[in-house]
């Protein structure tokens, strides 16, 4: 089973960028349809942006397209996830997932991806 670690978060001022990277170990990230979600403090789970193994097609929450982009590096086992034009509403804890089933376009639910990271925390102020 791979294994996940996010890194990149931390305290950021609104109207800022931050990056987030996933970082595989234990099998090929390749292999996998790497997905990012979110939570806010007291609410569930929420999908944010997924990409396919070549990362040939991506996968954005409606109410998160424009300011987010997904990203993947296979060469260094890394999926990337840019935050732009950050807001307050953004602070949350974000997860990247691995889901080994074969998709076309990748899926949206918590269940489909069944490798999780421990998430990194980013706090936007206002």
């Known amino acids: 089973q791979v294994q996940l670690v996010e890194s990149g978060g931390g305290l950021v001022q609104a109207g800022g960028s931050v990056r987030l990277s996933c970082t595989a170990s234990g099998r090929t990230l390749s292999m996998y349809i790497v997905g990012w979600f979110r939570q806010a403090p007291g609410k569930e789970r929420v999908f944010v942006a997924a990409t396919t193994r070549s990362g040939l097609t991506t996968k954005y929450s409606d109410s998160m397209k424009g300011r987010f982009t997904i990203s993947r590096d296979n060469a260094k086992n890394t999926v990337y996830l840019q935050i732009n034009s950050l807001e307050p509403e953004d602070t949350a804890v974000y997860y990247c997932?691995?889901?080994?089933?074969?998709?076309?376009?990748?899926?949206?639910?918590?269940?489909?991806?069944?490798?999780w990271g421990r998430g990194t925390q980013v706090t936007v102020s206002s």
């Open positions: 997932a691995a889901d080994e089933v074969r998709r076309q376009v990748p899926n949206t639910s918590t269940t489909d991806f069944g490798s």
